[in-house]
């Protein structure tokens, strides 16, 4: 990866915001900026340096690791060695307002003596991290074509009588098999009334015999997430669960047309709303239509209602509806998809075609 180009892009945002400085400790934005993938990690950005505190528990991972900033092995507090670092020359340093504490924002307030003005900031890394570089597009890909493999596995083990906890076990262990980092989320295996519930996770209920099982999944591969949903039937399934079905896949697949350069985030989930209401679904569909994917399963843009982002050639999303009956099961359909320059690209290879087990 290169951290160091990464790291010059950052810079350019701090100029644009008039900060002198930057502290980075949200674990992903510094895996992203510099190569840490430990704990206890700071990464401070002073005018034209870029430094990296951790303590001794570290030095090795970090030395390994950590590209692009000099490395230094704090005693105590990593803010405080940052603090002295800043000095005494007035800086105005700005932090990630999204991911610190009270207490840590406290502890700033503390480094008295210092002249830094402390900045709180939202989204200025993950504005950067948003659209992902040819680098992390080749581990993307190769995290969601071993989701999809795991997937595929898990598959056969669905029938009445397994527990759904098998299931996910099935998956989880082909995904460390095939040499995941680990999961990205508890997989969910909902079958039966149990699919009505949109975050179901696998339970030690075994799957009916006849009814929809979800099963939502994703690995992840060098520290990037995949994150794929599909929905099948055991048993045949009825004229009016298939209308279902169909009406979830006609809705992911508007949604999946709507992704483009230039169109808002809520219009995509309008385009996959839009479908649900004609078939008279809309109110089963209780969540956002999609978010993004990278380091983290759920990144911005989210694909709601009201969301007015625009979307970018880069951005990795999840388009993801579905609909939950209470007390008679739920379907939904998800894919990553890549916005490119004039469309879209799905990532996910796997078929949508209901299937009967
Ligand atoms: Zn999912
Ligand atoms: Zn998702």
């Known amino acids: 990866m290169d951290y160091l180009c990464r790291q010059k892009t950052f810079q350019q945002t701090l100029g644009a915001e008039r900060l002198n400085g930057f502290v980075v400790t949200h674990p992903a934005n510094l895996r992203y900026l510099c190569g840490y993938t430990g704990s206890n990690g700071l990464l401070l950005f002073l005018r034209e340096r870029r430094v990296f505190f951790t303590d001794g528990r570290y030095t090795e991972q970090a030395r390994d690791e950590v590209g692009g900033a000099r490395v230094v092995i704090a005693r105590g507090p990593l803010l405080e060695a940052a603090g002295t670092l800043v000095g005494a020359v007035k800086a105005a340093i700005g932090f990630e307002g999204d991911h610190t504490t009270v207490a840590t924002a406290a502890d700033m307030r503390k480094l008295v003596g210092k002249k830094i003005s402390w900045k709180p900031t939202s989204g200025l890394i993950m504005g950067q991290r948003m659209i992902k570089d040819a680098e992390e597009m080749k581990i993307i890909r190769e995290a969601v074509s071993m989701g999809a493999a795991v997937y595929e596995h898990a598959l056969r083990s669905i029938r009445a009588g397994v527990r759904e906890s098998e299931v996910a076990g099935e998956l989880e262990f082909a995904a460390r098999r095939a040499g995941a980092d680990g999961m990205a989320f ?119 209602k009201t969301q007015e982002e625009t979307l970018q050639p880069g951005m990795v999303i999840t388009i993801e509806p579905g609909v939950y009956l209470p007390d008679k099961g739920g379907i939904r359909i998800e894919d990553m998809v890549l916005v490119t320059k004039t469309g879209c690209q799905v990532l996910t290879p796997v078929s949508k075609v209901l299937m009967e087990i």
Not at 213 to 223: A, F, M, P, T, Y
Not at 252 to 281: C, E, F, N, Y
Request: with cysteine; proline share 5%; glycine share 10%.
């Open 186 to 304: 508890d997989t969910i295996v909902a079958a039966g009334k149990r699919s009505a519930l949109p975050h179901g996770r696998a339970s030690s209920q075994p799957i009916p015999r006849r009814g929809f099982v979800v099963v939502d999944s994703g690995v992840v591969l060098h520290g990037y997430c995949s994150d794929m949903t599909r929905t099948v039937h055991v048993g045949r399934a009825s004229r009016e669960e298939r209308r279902w079905y169909d009406a979830v896949l006609e809705a992911q697949l508007a949604g999946i047309a709507a992704v483009k350069p230039g169109t808002t985030a809520g219009a995509v989930d309008h385009a996959a709303r839009q479908v649900l209401r004609r078939h008279k679904l809309d109110r089963f569909f209780t969540h956002s239509t999609g978010h993004g994917v990278g380091l983290e399963i759920h990144e911005p843009p989210r694909l709601g």
